[in-house]
């Protein structure tokens, strides 16, 4: 399992990669993109934090620029796989979500969320990118592993 979740971060931060080149080199940006780009890779900066137990210094609507979001996409892959080597999947996360409500998941679980918000959120843009007329990346799971 820990080595299909490695796959699914590969995968995820390829093509997250890609969503981030391909705005640095669009001149006509369309604003909401990077605000959910944004919020994809605050978010997941966010879910590590928490599982390392730690606090993440952002908010997950704070808006950083593109060449931020690439190094952080980079640092949540690393610490993503880092969480993977050194958690049991079954360990309960106790947190606070962002109006200060306590919960708990298993390491699993969020893993698993971080991974398919991210996905959601990728889909998402790339229907903005149709809209204005562009040409969305293809970024379906499958294509990743052919």
């Known amino acids: 399992?820990?080595?299909?979740?490695?796959?699914?971060?590969?995968?995820?931060?390829?093509?997250?990669?890609?969503i981030i080149a391909s705005l640095m080199a669009d001149s006509a940006i369309h604003k909401k993109s990077v605000l959910l780009l944004n919020h994809t890779i605050n978010a997941h900066e966010i879910w590590n934090a928490r599982i390392m137990g730690k606090t993440a210094d952002v908010g997950v609507w704070n808006m950083r620029s593109?060449?931020?979001?690439?190094?952080?996409?980079?640092?949540?892959?690393?610490?993503?796989?880092?969480?993977?080597?050194?958690?049991?999947?079954?360990?309960?996360?106790?947190?606070?979500?962002?109006?200060?409500?306590?919960?708990?998941?298993?390491?699993?679980?969020?893993?698993?969320?971080?991974?398919n918000h991210s996905t959601y959120h990728r889909g998402q843009i790339a229907s903005y990118y149709k809209q204005e007329g562009g040409t969305p990346i293809v970024s379906d799971y499958i294509f990743h592993k052919r």
């Open 66 to 115: 593109i060449n931020v979001l690439q190094e952080q996409n980079k640092i949540n892959y690393e610490n993503s796989l880092q969480i993977s080597d050194t958690f049991d999947l079954d360990d309960i996360i106790q947190y606070t979500n962002s109006k200060g409500m306590p919960f708990q998941n298993s390491v699993r679980d969020i893993l698993f969320h971080i991974i």
């Open 1 to 18: 399992m820990k080595s299909f979740f490695k796959e699914l971060f590969d995968y995820t931060y390829h093509y997250n990669s890609q």
